[in-house]
């Protein structure tokens, strides 16, 4: 089994907001901003958005700093697009028909799989593994969505769950008992 230092992976995290990161030979080199809505559509954030418009309305003067940012995160995303935040309830959704609710994953899909793409040439195409992560990832539906997009670049694997504590804590003990040394990011 190869070594996370002697690898060049794409990982994308889809939680309230979807993140994709470009891993080199042990070290996270790039990463999308999701915390305050870049990358893709997500649950909860609005993702990339025409930065012409937002200025419009930033200015406009009908909005306040905290309305503008739940419109980007909190209220973004699919919750702006279907009043739900829960992707299980908008994909039960789209499964029975709702076809405003399938479309929105759709792009969605559409946008994580893009920026993957986007991302592998950070690595020049030279790239190991996609592994897709996070709640969403239970989805085999939504992941196939993008997955057909995105298998020709490499191999993808899919780890469902949101267990972002467990692996701090596992890797802070590994630190702590002196198997791996920290990293520090400048």
């Known amino acids: 089994m190869r070594k996370y230092?002697?690898?060049?992976?794409?990982?994308?995290?889809?939680?309230?907001?979807?993140?994709?990161?470009?891993?080199?030979?042990?070290?996270?080199i790039d990463v999308n901003q999701a915390l305050d809505g870049d990358g893709p559509i997500s649950p909860e954030r609005?993702?990339?958005?025409?930065?012409?418009?937002?200025?419009?309305?930033?200015?406009?003067?009908?909005?306040?700093y905290d309305e503008m940012k739940s419109m980007v995160v909190g209220k973004g995303g699919l919750y702006a697009y279907t009043g739900l935040n829960n992707a299980y309830e908008v994909?039960?959704?789209?499964?029975?028909?709702?076809k405003k609710c399938y479309d929105?994953?759709?792009?969605?899909?559409?946008?994580?799989?893009k920026e993957i793409g986007a991302f592998s040439t950070?690595?020049?195409?030279?790239?190991?593994?996609?592994?897709?992560?996070?709640?969403?990832?239970?989805?085999?539906?939504?992941?196939?969505?993008?997955i057909e997009r995105?298998?020709?670049?490499?191999?993808?694997?899919?780890?469902p769950g949101e267990d972002e504590m467990k692996a701090l804590a596992e890797n802070g003990a590994l630190i702590l008992s002196g198997e791996i040394e920290p990293k520090e990011y400048a």
């Open 91 to 98: 994909e039960k959704a789209a499964q029975a028909g709702d």
């Open 46 to 64: 609005s993702g990339t958005l025409p930065v012409g418009e937002l200025l419009k309305m930033a200015f406009s003067g009908k909005y306040t």
């Open 104 to 113: 929105v994953l759709e792009a969605m899909a559409y946008q994580t799989a």
């Open 150 to 159: 995105i298998h020709k670049i490499a191999p993808v694997y899919v780890y």
């Open 5 to 28: 230092e002697d690898m060049d992976l794409i990982v994308a995290h889809l939680g309230g907001g979807i993140s994709v990161g470009v891993h080199h030979k042990g070290r996270v």
């Open 122 to 146: 950070v690595l020049k195409g030279d790239v190991d593994a996609i592994l897709i992560t996070g709640g969403m990832a239970n989805s085999k539906w939504f992941c196939n969505l993008i």
